[in-house]
């Protein structure tokens, strides 16, 4: 059975750093694409990284890029979301979601077929 399972989240202040965990199970992550999305109150869901197969190439959107970094440890099945120089408009629910299909790079929704339970990060003072 297919499983992912966020962790790491929390209250941190604005200019801090998170690093959040994405626990697979029932997969081998290094075969799919994991993708970060986010959701903040009363806004769209929001497509933040991707990692994929391991022969493909990252991906960030343009308002992460240069402050978070995507990785994966393939020995814990788990792929990492390093959070630096955060920002109070980062603050939402982040969810971590396995692509369909092996060949899959993308940051829509509906290219997904697996997720995690999301977890908060807050950044506030």
């Known amino acids: 059975q297919v499983q992912l399972v966020e962790s790491g989240g929390g209250l941190v202040q604005p200019g801090g750093s998170l690093r959040l965990s994405c626990a697979a199970s029932?997969?081998?992550?290094?075969?799919?694409?994991i993708a970060w999305f986010r959701q903040a109150p009363g806004k769209e869901r929001e497509g933040v990284s991707y990692?994929?197969?391991?022969?493909?190439?990252?991906y960030y959107s343009d308002s992460v890029k240069g402050r978070f970094t995507i990785s994966r440890d393939e020995s814990k099945n788990t792929v990492y979301l390093q959070m630096n120089s955060l920002k109070p408009e980062d603050t939402a629910v982040y969810y971590c979601?396995?692509?369909?299909?092996?060949?899959?790079?993308?940051?829509?929704?509906?290219?997904?077929?697996?997720w995690g339970q999301g977890t908060q990060v807050t950044v506030s003072s």
């Open positions: 979601a396995k692509a369909r299909n092996l060949f899959s790079t993308s940051l829509l929704s509906g290219d997904y077929d697996a």
């Open positions: 029932g997969f081998t992550i290094g075969y799919y694409t």
């Open positions: 990692i994929p197969r391991r022969d493909g190439r990252i």
